[in-house]
């Protein structure tokens, strides 16, 4: 029987982080994944195929409808679909034979099969082919990730009603995409088929887009992403989806029954604990599928630890990474922490959504005192000479000690500055210490800045 240090069960952004770390700190370590690729379903079918298509989706349209301001003149503009797919996948095999490199320099074990616990400090690997092996270790991270949650009533077909993972490999662009959901999966994967000349219709049972995000962000993205061409229909309750022929219906409460080609269920994810063998050292999940951890990321069950979205948390690849290097320290000794209350989120649309800390309402909610700035896009160089002026960035501070509570952003590059938004609250900034920092001109950061010099109704350019 194979022994190991430490045995972690998948091979996702937590999974192969938690192992690479471990191995660096001088661990035997084998890593489970029951699929080819590693880097689990951000890799394979989620974060980084998404964010393929999105990019060339958003060039298409950026030579279809913005160059002819800056005097370029394109003619018969047109889009090779399967060349769009093919550089979407070898995006996502050149990532995958990264980790494989990078768990073979550690010396990190691959075993390729689904993971399940049969006791203590036992693991039972099944391969494909039905073989089985058995694997042991006092110390076993759990990091099984999560799925799609598909409605009652939603059939899944794989063809005309699917999930994510089928909207990421589509052959042809439909002619009407149904979507039902308004997060970030949803209105991602709605705006790639838009751009490629699908209508999509986006049904969200909820009086708003985005839940999570700023109400206040949220509702600026609402407009322009109708403006863009989204149908995006608000408090739309879904009975049924269902193939019909070579299409599919959609039945919404008080709705004439609609008519599409495809469907596709973004309506949030769950756990993928199910399954793994938990009942057989005694942990017992909560009712939404989560596994219960202390601060150091432990199990009930001695000698097992869980992380990334099988915990409770974000359930984002860039949670998990950290959930995966605390994890790995914490179990050689070393003290470490993940602040969930500061961990990033992004939305990849045009413009891109990005948020991190409290937003404005959760602040209100808390009888938390603030103060608010903002500044438009409109009034930042950058972003002229780039002819994106959409958005704006807001920062919220405490009123008392200025310390920054919430930064949202909606405009360029959103994705990419809140990371210095991260970085400031990370070290307990005041909304005046970014103000003072010196950023470069032009830039998209000075909107941050201007931002943060607005908490105090000192910004320069507005």
């Given amino acids: 029987m194979a022994q190991h240090d430490l045995v972690v069960i998948g091979g996702g952004p937590g999974g192969y982080v938690a192992a690479i770390r471990a191995a660096q700190l001088g661990m035997n370590v084998a890593v489970i994944e029951k699929e080819p690729q590693l880097g689990g379903t951000c ?45 979407k996948e070898d995006v996502v095999s050149m990532l995958a034979k990264g980790i494989e490199a990078l768990l073979s320099k550690n010396k990190v074990t691959r075993y390729r099969g689904a993971g399940r ?15 089985t092996t058995a694997v042991e270790s006092q110390r076993i991270i759990l990091a099984v990730g999560s799925r799609s949650v598909v409605l009652p009533g939603v059939d899944i077909d794989g063809r005309f009603v699917g999930t994510s993972t ?13 979507v039902i959901g308004g997060g970030y999966i949803g209105l991602e994967l709605g705006t790639v ?20 995000i700023d109400a206040e962000i949220a509702s600026e993205a609402l407009a322009l992403f109708r403006k863009q061409g989204l149908d995006i229909r608000l408090g739309a309750k879904v009975k049924r989806a269902r193939a019909d022929g070579n299409g599919a219906v959609v039945d919404c409460e ?53 992380i990334g979205d099988c915990i409770p948390g974000p359930m984002l690849a860039h949670k998990a990474e950290e959930d995966g290097v605390a994890c790995a320290e914490v179990i050689a000794g070393k003290w470490s922490h993940v602040d969930y209350d500061l961990v990033p989120a992004v939305v990849f649309t045009h413009p891109e959504i990005a948020a991190v800390g409290k937003t404005e309402e959760q602040l209100v909610a808390a009888g938390v005192s603030f103060k608010k700035g903002v500044f438009p896009f409109r009034a930042n160089g950058r972003a002229r000479t780039i002819n994106d002026t959409t958005g704006k960035v807001k920062v919220l ?13 909606i405009g360029p590059a959103a994705g990419d500055l809140i990371g210095e938004a991260a970085a400031a ?14 950023h470069a001109h032009p830039t998209l950061p000075e909107a941050l800045k201007e931002a943060a010099l607005a908490v105090h109704g000192n910004a320069i350019h507005v």
Avoid at 171 to 178: A, E, I, Q, R, W
Avoid at 195 to 211: F, H
Avoid at 425 to 438: H, K, L, P, W
Wanted: glycine residues 12%; aromatic residues 4%; hydrophobic residues 40%.
């Fill in 43 to 87: 890799l394979r079918v989620g974060c980084i195929p998404s964010k393929a298509l999105l990019e060339s989706s958003h060039k298409l349209e950026v030579t279809q409808h913005e160059l002819g301001i800056h005097g370029v003149k394109v003619v018969g503009v047109s889009f090779d679909l399967a060349t769009m797919m093919k550089r």
């Fill in 254 to 306: 008080g709705q004439e029954p609609i008519r599409c080609d495809r469907v596709l269920a973004a309506t949030g994810r769950r756990p993928a604990t199910d399954g793994i063998g938990l009942e057989a050292v005694g942990i017992a999940p909560d009712p939404r599928g989560f596994i219960p951890v202390d601060a150091h990321f432990r199990t009930s069950a001695p000698g097992i630890w869980a």
């Fill in 425 to 438: 609250m990370n070290f307990g900034a005041s909304a005046e210490d970014i103000a003072r920092v010196c």
């Fill in 193 to 212: 088929w838009r751009r490629l000349g699908s209508k999509v219709t986006v049904l969200e049972y909820a009086d708003r887009i985005l839940t999570g």
């Fill in 166 to 178: 089928e909207a990421l490999a589509y052959d042809s662009v439909p002619g009407h995409l149904v």
């Fill in 397 to 409: 501070a405490d009123a008392v000690t200025d310390r920054v509570l919430g930064i949202h952003i």
């Fill in 117 to 131: 616990l049969v006791g203590s400090g036992r693991v039972e690997v099944e391969g494909s082919d039905g073989v």
